[in-house]
């Protein structure tokens, strides 16, 4: 069972939640998010229900979900959520584009290709500066360099930006310049960044890891959730299988799936999943057929000398086919591109007390 | 290295070429098929490359071809083929729909199955009459009688039949019914029914391996063709992977990638990929939009009692939006939905003498 | 529920029983083996069960078992089985070799390779006549002229022969040569191959399917136990993951999760599974210290220039150490090296009638 | 290109390898471990080759490794390492029993549990305190309390102790608890955890990732070898396929092929491979026999009540089982079991001017 507390829930109110179950002789794992604060109950669960939680002072919810994903679950939320990123929506009704360089390398770059971007009808920019590679002799990404590098592009085109946080430590820091965090696929069982991400009042964008159940995926949704951010988009990436001719395999059935099973959206990197430049267009039509709400996309003014995944970045003469493709196949499936907004406001930041 | 014989060429033209072959220290494996004959050449490239064996009597093409699967290779064959099954194309410009019931039950099953296919645009039947079964204790399916069955249907409908094939001893019986030849997933490695299927004169639906890669699934194609029969139709339905949520994971990019290899059409399964009624109709929109030429999908009007793959099998009620999806979506992969020809004409017997 | 028919039931025996199955509503599949008949019933099993089946003339056993795999299944069969072949038994008690080339190419090499195999302590042959490769274009075996030379290599060392069939044409040309016959992993679920060897009276070795689970395998050796024959030794080979450093995943875990569920005896073969010489010996080690009843293995005189697997074969420098682990380690799990019977009496041809 | 610095290599020699690089137009990474600094070389080979590098004041070593896994690799490192944990050695020549509970919970628990991994002839304790769980409602482990319970336990036993840590941010902690840390298979692309490890000074025990091939788990350890830190072992405990009957696959061919590739040792951990009690012995002794350099094996005295994979725990019962497996198999692999060195003294804290 889970109780979500009401924002203006007191200290004192969950203290009486939590004594309440404890005397009934259950658990209370208590959850404080930015704008809410969870309080999760182990124990008997018949037991349980006899107390009239619903009726505490501070009470917003209480949830009896069958399923252990519970917050992130569409079992007590049955309509899909509609996820904000810096005034750009992603959910159902809409397919958003979100391009970039899979690595943020240098200025120029990364401002051509948020041209690239904005050219195929992106409305959110992509790109890496902290990089996981496999070798600790690859690139690792330009840091905070790359951060800066991303706030000045965002400045100058308008998109918001969407990047990848490595590691607990460096949350604040992402976050104090991001729109949204990305957690990576190597890291989507990293349970300290998991809650890291969960605490710091942006909306994350989560890459289901290359082995992982759909169930697993959503069970590390939930512990994001779990710290009371519940602003979260599912992203399908490949996954691992037996197959070589390309680099993942796309888990296209993973869309329908996962929307059934949680309110969260649902987008599809078709980039990483093939691995291939001449895959990208075929794979982005059947994730928008399939009715994904959102597509991550690499692009690059020049993949020959790329940092990071060249072979897989779209190219110049690739945008036309893209805009067409984004353009044209949203509204057979009742979805229309996500058009960009007004002009962007200087994000606000993740958490004012940390950076005051 | 391969030889491609022309349909008028004699046995003695045969003859000189494996003869001068073997006077250069080489080995030829002569395949007959129905329509041509296929001389495989094993030895020293460079000694056969000398041979002058284009300008020989009887010689229609000499194929140097880098990769193992070399008649269905796309290397030496850039235009990629339609395959007409009883008059109805597959392949490139098409969108091709076939639709049936997974096994074919009774009389009235398959003619009620066979006129929702019709009416959600289908122009070829699929049904089932030998089935391969993982447990010797479910339904076999009716053999003879339920190939006896589809032509039935065919006469009453207009619809050619496609039907599996499950041993090689079967295989001018079923050909002597069927418009085309199915092999499915598990026998995609039964070389002697490849063979078998290779020397019949009806085109052939060949599955791929749950388990095989892309380059195995050609080298299965190969061996059809090495028996002189290039009407290969391959068939993505699903790998098998970790994930347990979908009875198998529909590898949807394994379409362009087979189609850059390989010059032979490729389609897919909706049905048996996703194995949920409600995966069908997403991932049958992702088939589309991938560049699939053409779709093989189960209906059932009482799915609740099927012999077999109920709850992958389309309703009357999904009909409707079955219908709307491949009217609507290959003109933006630029195709057009396969239309219904003419009446069909009774099938000539596959082999007039074994049957005579 | 399944019936086991005596041996000396009659047709009218059989005949009742399916009247009185069909009488109370259900379905009868008689299956009749060299040995013995079966009947496998299909319908209300509550029903079924009031009929006094047990009780009627020529049945000899009546099972009620909860798994689908019903013949083969340990639950009413809590012992163990042992397989003779050509009088050496495979089981529990005793580690039995299987050793000898992949494929048979010529009469000397074959002999060579026996006799590599009986100073390793082998006192069983293999050697394949009949190969099924990915490609059409590799050597495909010798066919019968295989055959000769296997049966005249056991005249000469005395070693029964095992080698795999994989053609149901083929079945009682084979049997009429080899000890045991041989279904490869590609042939796992090529269920008219399975019935022909189910019905031939020769001992069976089933090897995995590389992507079969162990619950699949024991089901295609219902296949063939449902025919009458349960002479089966069930040989884990590798399956396939997404590791490419070897050819294949040995699965060792099989091996002791199969003897639960199965009363068959289960053996390894590490040659296939490792793909490498120098994974040979340890696997080997593995297999018999995780508790396998035998262990097939690749050997060659040369093989550098073998037509087949020739990079898994061991050499005669291995030949010491094989025959060293073979020897000291089977009696750390409770087990004795299984040792050569008397001189081998040639084998009777498995259907006189079929091949007089 | 790698450069291993000498212990007593100064700051000013480090800068004039990195500026020597440069101006050769290479770049130079520079990482600075507890016991050793390296110096990772990316450029033009050849000329970076032609530098004398190995002349330099300071330089203890100039690698040039073909594999990516440069530190790690047996490349330029023939004879595999021996790391020794609290004096007691795992490598070769020696068989390491590592055993304990899965999660500590309470004192009594866990030095019961220690006592059972004693009798079977452990020198090692294993136990975790930080646990990473699936669902963010499971057991999460007692944390610091869990790591005071532990040294407790190795007070009493005088087994050194090995623990897992999940998160960058508690490295210094666990270290100054604990003999080896274990970083686990979902934090195996962790790469600021790996990092963190690199630098603390501790052996470490690095899983692999259940999706991992055996190439980018050495790369992982490449991680922490490039901080300074060479005292790694590498642990299979099974790799995520098809296959449902078992948790996961045990890779029992990991073992030596890994060994081929690394100088590092590599242990097996039977009881996650399998995940069921009755798989533990079996697959112990298939460890032993492909030539592991250990073990690592849940014990529990309550399996039943455990909070934590109860049912994969070795119990009292199995004890004696377990000592007869790991005394009697390693001699017939030229091996030993490791013997308990003397009294444990208290270990050095970790970094001594972190916790001063």
New interface residues.
């Given amino acids: 069972m889970v109780i979500v507390m009401a924002p203006e829930a007191t200290q004192a109110d969950i203290n009486t939640v939590v004594a309440l179950v404890e005397t009934a002789g259950g658990d209370a794992?208590v959850s404080r998010g930015v704008s809410r604060t969870i309080v999760?109950l182990?124990g008997d669960i018949e037991q349980l229900g006899t107390l009239n939680l619903r009726g505490l002072d501070g009470v917003s919810d209480v949830l009896r979900v069958s399923v252990?994903y519970?917050l992130v679950s569409r079992e007590n939320h049955p309509n899909r959520s509609i996820i904000t990123v810096g005034g750009v929506p992603i959910g159902p009704g809409t397919m958003t584009l979100i391009a970039g360089p899979c690595a943020v390398e240098t200025a120029e770059q990364t401002l051509q290709a948020a041209q690239m971007a904005q050219a195929a009808g992106a409305t959110l920019l992509r790109g890496g500066a902290f990089k996981?590679?496999?070798?600790?002799?690859a690139f690792q990404g330009l840091g905070e360099a790359g951060l800066k590098i991303l706030a000045a592009v965002r400045e100058e085109t308008g998109l918001p930006v969407i990047t990848e946080v490595?590691?607990?430590?460096d949350v604040d820091l992402v976050a104090s310049y991001a729109d949204m965090l990305q957690i990576g696929t190597?890291?989507m069982?990293?349970?300290?960044?998991l809650q890291a991400v969960g605490g710091v009042g942006k909306p994350v964008m989560l890459k289901r890891?290359?082995?992982a159940?759909?169930?697993?995926w959503l069970?590390a949704a939930?512990?994001i959730a779990?710290r009371g951010n519940l602003d979260i988009v599912l992203c399908e990436r490949g996954?691992?299988?037996?197959?070589?001719?390309?680099r993942n395999?796309?888990?296209?059935?993973?869309?329908?799936?996962a929307q059934?099973m949680s309110h969260l959206p649902v987008i599809v990197d078709p980039s990483h999943?093939?691995g291939l430049r001449?895959?990208v267009l075929?794979?982005t039509?059947?994730?928008?057929?399939?009715?994904a709400d959102g597509l991550i996309i690499d692009v690059h003014p020049h993949p020959e000398s790329a940092l990071c995944d060249g072979p897989q970045a779209l190219v110049d003469g690739d945008v036309r086919e893209l805009a067409k493709a984004v353009r044209?196949?949203p509204p057979?499936?009742g979805r229309a591109l996500t058009q960009p907004t007004g002009p962007v406001s200087v994000p606000a930041p993740a958490r004012p007390e940390a950076i005051a």
């Fill in positions: 794992f999760g182990v252990p519970k996981p590679r496999t070798s600790p002799y490595v590691d607990a430590h190597r890291n069982q990293n349970f300290a960044l890891g290359m082995n159940t759909i169930e697993e069970m939930e512990y779990q996954i691992r299988t037996f197959e070589t001719a390309t395999t796309l888990d296209i059935s993973a869309v329908p799936v059934r999943s093939g001449e895959l075929p794979l039509r059947a994730a928008i057929a399939v009715g044209d196949l057979l499936v």
